[in-house]
């Protein structure tokens, strides 16, 4: 169902499309292709939203730490907003100190998708597309981008990503939702169980730029192979985690890029019962932990976002890969298709 959720200030009208199946509910806006809610029960049935987000249009063109937005062309950093592709040097505009992120000024996050509702057999889902400029953001290519979002008939939320271009440019599309599994504006994530498939992630400078080095995480906080508690390492005092007030890190997937959907990480909360499974083709996960959230917004439930009030795990490829040679490769070239998935599955 498509209800007309607000207007942007050149009068551009912004849709709210409304699905339910398998006992998932999701509201997803053509601005951003936002998740504007996600509702899922608890062990009693009791719904509540998950997904941190606004319930203005104002309040995202205003602030949005990119809040349930759709992330490209490239998701997370590209360091001081330039990269070099077959000889030829490019300059994007910086948005994060003299760092590009999350596809700079304008992102996909900022842009009016098309979108189409399906229905499939047992599922149910929207098709949300958009084309990208050449030259758009700094980016090279005409970039072609289809993202669907599909709930399935078991009420997992499926993304399938899709892109292709008319020179060799670099892709790297995410999803920025910030979960809080006990409901957005309930207050800290600290408690919820994490578990990450990952025994190694990427340690960045001050500027949150990879190194280009791997480091191992057993002994350190980074260390999430088995479950435990979001903020149970948080306060110790490792320079890592003072960089970025908390870990804002890549982590390197033991399974690697794959060309099927498989599991990296889970995150549970004890008290409500909701887990969120995610598989995903990528080989990286940049797990967030919702540290620069710092009391100074109004969340969609009219409470108060404060530092640590949610999470992020966005399935992606490595930041600054441009830039890295070692990272595996974010370029696509004409003529290829990017195309990668991550299925979020709910539990209780
Ligand atoms: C980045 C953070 C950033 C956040 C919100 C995350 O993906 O890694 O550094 O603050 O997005 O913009």
Request: charged share 25%.
């Amino acid at each position: 169902m498509k209800t007309l959720f607000g207007e942007l200030a050149d009068g551009t009208k912004v849709s709210s499309w409304s699905l339910e199946n398998g006992g998932t509910r999701l509201k997803v806006l053509d601005y951003g292709g936002i998740v504007q809610s996600l509702e899922i029960p608890d062990r009693h049935g009791r719904y509540a939203n998950v997904s941190l987000g606004f319930d203005t249009v104002e309040d995202y063109v205003a602030g949005s730490p990119y809040f349930g937005a759709l992330i490209g062309r490239y998701g997370n950093r590209l360091a001081k907003g330039r990269f070099t592709l077959d000889g030829e040097s490019h300059q994007l505009p910086v948005n994060d100190g003299e760092n590009s992120l999350h596809g700079g000024t304008d992102g996909f996050d900022r842009r009016v998708w098309d979108v189409e509702p399906f229905t499939d057999g047992r599922d149910a889902g929207l098709r949300l597309r958009l084309t990208s400029a050449d030259g758009e953001m700094g980016y090279p290519g005409t970039l072609a981008v289809r993202v669907t979002y599909t709930l399935t008939g078991d009420g997992d939320w499926r993304i399938d990503y899709e892109a292709t271009t008319d020179k060799p440019t670099v892709v790297n599309l995410t999803s920025h939702v910030y979960w809080n599994l006990a409901g957005e504006g309930s207050g800290s994530v600290h408690d919820h169980e994490l578990q990450i498939a990952a025994s190694r992630y990427l340690p960045v400078d001050a500027g949150l730029i990879p190194t280009g080095e791997s480091a191992d995480v057993t002994g350190t906080p980074f260390d999430f192979r088995e479950a435990k508690a979001v903020g149970r390492d948080l306060r110790v005092a490792h320079e890592q985690l003072l960089y970025c007030k908390g870990v804002d890190h890549n982590y390197v997937l033991d399974k690697g890029r794959t060309d099927r959907p498989e599991h990296v990480a889970t995150l549970r909360d004890p008290a409500s019962g909701r887990t969120l499974r995610i598989t995903t083709t990528e080989p990286g996960l940049q797990f967030y932990s919702g540290n620069f959230l710092d009391g100074t917004l109004v969340g969609s439930g009219g409470r108060v976002y404060r530092q640590g009030d949610a999470l992020c795990l966005e399935t992606q490829h490595f930041p600054d890969s441009p830039n890295q040679p070692s990272f595996p490769s974010t370029v696509l070239r004409p003529g290829q298709t990017y195309r990668t998935t991550t299925v979020h599955t709910f539990g209780r």
